[in-house]
């Protein structure tokens, strides 16, 4: 998983929100052309992800060796669970989302989901935010039946100083279809970004942030063991109907590298759960 930062965010002196940096850097050197699975049993405090070789498949939700790169450099590994797996994001993905964007919208209202016929420009639109170094998005595939039900993505990577290391990333643009909601598959979702982000990656910081009206959403992240942080007032784009062009007070959550085993065990115990 890279970021290439060809427009890239001002250099900043520290590792925090909005520190960037240009030119190529790796924001992972780990399962190259390989899928990440880390270890779901219950209780596990075990060793992180591990590198799984994968046969070539065809179709729009292979699992596959031909994953996604960011430039052609370096390679966007799949992050594979029992209940979804992560694929890069790719226009193969559009016709299943546009089915799952139309699925039940009444959850959507402080989210950017794309309507049916926007899907294909969404698409695109993320994959440029992608190859200007800004974004690493993935496709939600529902195990059960192979078929996207959402996105999600790495976002607004942040370096230490003087190295070419990312010490921050936020998760977000996140969406499901309302079928897929409350399923497992965010819990697990978000299980595989943070242990890819902590063990594969080795970040001190993970951010996540939602419009501060999204009471849905801040009790999700809240549930997921995240800090709440506070409010950032007029932070970020509203999504919500009639506010575009405005600006939203954004909650602002994260989760620190020593608070990662407690939230992992957390995560594991809540699919063990959902499981049973």
Not at 9 to 24: I, K, Y
Not at 27 to 41: C, F, Y
Not at 83 to 99: G, N
Not at 237 to 251: F, I, K, M, T, V
Request: contains cysteine; charged residues 25%; hydrophobic residues 35%.
């Amino acid at each position: 998983m890279v970021w290439t930062g060809q427009t890239g965010t001002p250099d900043v002196p520290e590792c925090g929100p909005g520190a960037g940096r240009s030119g190529s850097a790796l924001l992972t050197t780990v399962a190259r052309q390989g899928i990440i699975r880390p270890n779901l049993s219950r209780g596990s405090e075990g060793p992180g992800p591990t590198t799984v070789r994968q046969p070539a498949q065809q179709g729009a939700n292979a699992r596959n060796d031909e994953v996604a790169t960011v430039d052609g450099a370096f390679d966007v590994p799949v992050l594979e669970g029992s209940r979804v797996l992560l694929v890069p994001l790719a226009h193969q993905h559009a016709a299943d989302l546009a089915i799952a964007a139309e699925e039940d919208r009444r959850t959507f209202a402080f989210t950017k989901v794309p309507r049916a016929g926007e899907v294909t420009e969404y698409v695109q639109q993320q994959l440029d935010r992608r190859d200007q170094g800004r974004l690493a998005p993935f496709a939600q595939i529902r195990r059960s039946d192979m078929r996207a039900v959402g996105c999600t993505a790495y976002w607004d990577p942040r370096y230490w100083p003087d190295r070419d290391e990312l010490c921050a990333v936020e998760i977000g643009w996140t969406w499901l279809s309302a079928s897929a909601q409350r399923t497992g598959i965010n819990v697990e979702s978000k299980l595989l970004l943070f242990t890819h982000a902590f063990e594969g990656i080795g970040v001190a910081r993970v951010d996540l942030k939602t419009d501060t009206r999204n009471e849905r959403s801040k009790e999700a992240i809240s549930l997921l063991g995240a800090t709440f942080e506070g409010t950032l007032r007029q932070w970020s784009p509203s999504h919500a109907p009639g506010e575009q062009g405005r600006l939203r007070d954004s909650a602002m959550f994260s989760v620190i590298a020593s608070e990662w085993p407690v939230v992992q065990s957390t995560l594991m115990n809540r699919l063990a759960r959902i499981r049973g």
